[in-house]
């Protein structure tokens, strides 16, 4: 396994969250990395990413103000703090591994997937 995330929770709406994400060395050091979610039946959506220096983020206009991405002193770590979550935001999260080292909004600039973390926000 090559990206991990976890964090993932069943909270009320206003509550938040951060969700975690750890990437081998080898995978994930020098890439952007981005933070995805899909609910059943729809494609996956963009949330957020990040550079590889972690100086440059992006967020989809659902998220910009609540949520915010950042990577760790390790640079193969990431997280997704979240906050006035809603019960929009319930989904199955997803963090990825670019294929370059800027910010990438497209599941096809992604080439490496965690699992999956499941948030469930309850009105």
């Known amino acids: 396994v090559q990206l991990q995330a976890s964090g993932g929770g069943l909270v009320q709406a206003g509550d938040s969250l951060r969700l975690s994400c750890t990437a081998s060395r080898r995978t994930a050091t020098n890439n952007g990395m981005g933070w995805f979610r899909q609910t059943p039946g729809k494609e996956r959506e963009f949330v957020a990413a990040?550079?590889?220096?972690?100086?440059?983020?992006r967020y989809a206009e659902s998220v910009e103000g609540r949520f915010t991405i950042s990577r760790g002193y390790a640079q193969n770590t990431m997280s997704l703090q979240m906050n006035s979550l809603k019960p929009e935001d319930t989904a199955v999260y997803y963090c990825a591994a670019a294929r370059g080292s800027s910010v990438a909004t497209s599941t096809t600039s992604y080439n490496y997937w965690g699992q999956g973390t499941l948030v469930t926000v309850s009105s």
């Open positions: 990040v550079d590889w220096r972690g100086g440059t983020t």
